[in-house]
């Protein structure tokens, strides 16, 4: 089913979550802007990505900040070797 907002959908929670951490990674995007958080939506009630209101909680635990950090630098040098 497609959603009337446009939006890429994503069937859970934890896999928004997912998507929204490797956008992270990807565009490198200070954590407070770009995409911050997920959410239920209302007309199609999977999940979407949001760039408004509060950062995540997934994106302020240090632990995935650590990670982010990690993958940021891992691609960094992917890149260069070519
Ligand atoms: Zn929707």
Same mark, same amino acid.
């Given at each position: 089913? %497609?959603? =009337? !907002?446009?939006?890429?959908?994503? =069937?859970? %929670?934890? #896999?928004?979550? *997912?998507?929204?951490? *490797?956008? &992270?990674?990807?565009? #490198?995007?200070?954590? *407070?802007?770009? =995409? @911050?958080? @997920?959410? *239920?939506?209302?007309?199609? $009630?999977?999940?979407?990505?949001? !760039?408004? $209101?509060? @950062? !995540?909680? @997934?994106? %302020?635990?240090? &632990?995935? &900040?650590?990670?982010?950090?990690?993958?940021?630098?891992? #691609?960094?040098?992917? #890149? %260069?070797?070519?």
């Amino acid at each position: 089913m %497609k959603c =009337p !907002s446009g939006k890429r959908a994503y =069937p859970t %929670k934890e #896999r928004a979550e *997912e998507v929204l951490i *490797e956008t &992270k990674i990807k565009f #490198r995007y200070p954590l *407070e802007t770009g =995409p @911050v958080n @997920v959410y *239920e939506c209302q007309d199609c $009630g999977d999940y979407h990505l949001t !760039s408004q $209101g509060e @950062v !995540s909680e @997934v994106l %302020k635990s240090d &632990k995935i &900040k650590k990670e982010i950090e990690r993958e940021r630098e891992a #691609r960094h040098w992917e #890149r %260069k070797r070519w």
